[in-house]
């Protein structure tokens, strides 16, 4: 069962078509994204945009969040789990990410891609109302199954990342520790790296004992760490 649920994200279906639709209330605003995989018509990808924790989409599909700093890798790495390069937005310039952004799986799991934290140029009231967002988020969800905290393989954990993993132990939510970026960083120092968040994790309560090293360009870690996730799937 694992294997056909890991085969059936990995496929990678042609984007279709966009919609936007913006409700009266101009401070409320979703995207759609559909996809079709052209081997099985009757599934589609989906992706939702909501700025407000009032307006988080309903469902009661397993959820997996991904948080983590700014230019950390959050798209580029839904983009590589469900193959496809246009999913998610990916952008050069850190802090792009404003709202949290939904990607349905065929109705089979919830990827909830969360704003990063740590960028400069928002302001003091940005940066609080994002962190108030993201904390609902991951205090109220109920759905919530794992949490993936993303990690740049050339920076190692920052005392912020330790702020965010204090939250998830705090509130109970299991979560794995991501390095991503991995091709980017030396070879030795990368091993290193890996070694350290690893020694790291195992003092936290909620983290699962697996570091994950993750490379959206090359492919590396991706097989495995889709396949760890859709262990949650139903």
């Known amino acids: 069962v694992l294997a056909k649920i890991s085969a059936w994200i990995s496929c990678r279906p042609a984007l279709s078509s966009g919609v936007v639709v913006e409700s009266?209330?101009?401070?409320s605003q979703y995207s759609v994204a559909r996809s079709m995989?052209?081997?099985?018509t009757s599934e589609r990808a989906k992706s939702t945009s909501s700025p407000f924790a009032q307006a988080v989409p309903a469902s009661d599909l397993p959820e997996i969040a991904l948080v983590g700093r700014s230019n950390v890798g959050k798209s580029s790495l839904v983009n590589a789990l469900v193959g496809q390069k246009a999913l998610a937005r990916v952008s050069a310039a850190p802090g792009r990410t404003r709202q949290i952004n939904f990607f349905d799986l065929g109705s089979r799991l919830m990827l909830a891609d969360l704003p990063g934290y740590g960028f400069a140029r928002a302001s003091k009231g940005e940066r609080a109302g994002l962190a108030r967002l993201t904390k609902s988020y991951l205090r109220g969800r109920a759905q919530?199954?794992?949490?993936?905290l993303l990690v740049d393989t050339r920076l190692g954990l920052k005392e912020s990342d330790r702020a965010t993993m204090k939250i998830l132990d705090e509130a109970g939510l299991s979560y794995v520790l991501v390095l991503t970026k991995w091709d980017a960083a030396a070879e030795a120092i990368a091993r290193a790296r890996r070694a350290g968040v690893a020694a790291e994790a195992v003092r936290h309560v909620a983290a699962f004992p697996r570091v994950f090293a993750t490379s959206?360009?090359?492919?590396h870690g991706i097989p495995e760490l889709r396949a760890h996730l859709a262990a949650l799937a139903r």
Do not use: K, Q
Request: charged share 30%.
């Open 144 to 148: 919530l199954r794992r949490v993936c």
């Open 216 to 219: 959206a360009h090359e492919g």
């Open 24 to 27: 009266l209330a101009s401070r």
């Open 37 to 40: 995989n052209p081997s099985r």
